[in-house]
């Protein structure tokens, strides 16, 4: 939560500076992609922070007409899939990763590896919390 919270404060602060530059004739040409950057790592990190703290979309419509023990097998079947498909996608992430790392992004001249691996990280960022909440649900189920 702070690190998504410094990211944050640092692309206001960013944004801010780059703009009382241009405003008095000498503009920032790298502040937008550092920017940009900086947003799709916040991003990644937020949707985290939302999956742990259960604040998430989701539809309950349906999960709340089930009797508990029902719907915490079907919250158990749901994480599963969420980690199968997180798993499989994660390949697809790494390989990502590994075509863009020869690109170069304008100005910065940094890699573009460095805004696609925010995806492989939020990734495993999710597998991280979903693991947990996997334990958490069996937990709850066998009563322990």
């Known amino acids: 939560m702070a690190v998504a919270a410094l990211l944050l404060v640092a692309i206001v602060v960013l944004v801010g500076i780059a703009s009382v530059a241009r405003s008095m004739g000498s503009p920032i040409i790298w502040s937008i992609e550092v920017a940009q950057l900086l947003f799709v790592w916040l991003v990644m990190l937020a949707a985290d922070i939302a ?13 709340d007409q089930l009797k508990p023990r029902a719907r915490l097998v079907v919250d158990v079947i749901n994480i599963l899939i969420l980690i199968g498909l997180l798993a499989f996608l994660s390949s697809y992430a790494v390989k990502n990763v590994q075509l863009m790392h ?26 991280r919390t979903l693991a947990v909440q996997l334990y958490g649900r069996i937990r709850q189920g066998s009563g322990a």
């Open 51 to 63: 999956l742990q703290e259960g604040r998430h979309f989701g539809l309950s419509l349906l999960l």
């Open 102 to 127: 020869p690109r170069l992004i304008g100005a910065t001249q940094m890699h573009a590896s460095m805004v696609h691996g925010a995806l492989l990280f939020g990734i495993v960022l999710f597998l």
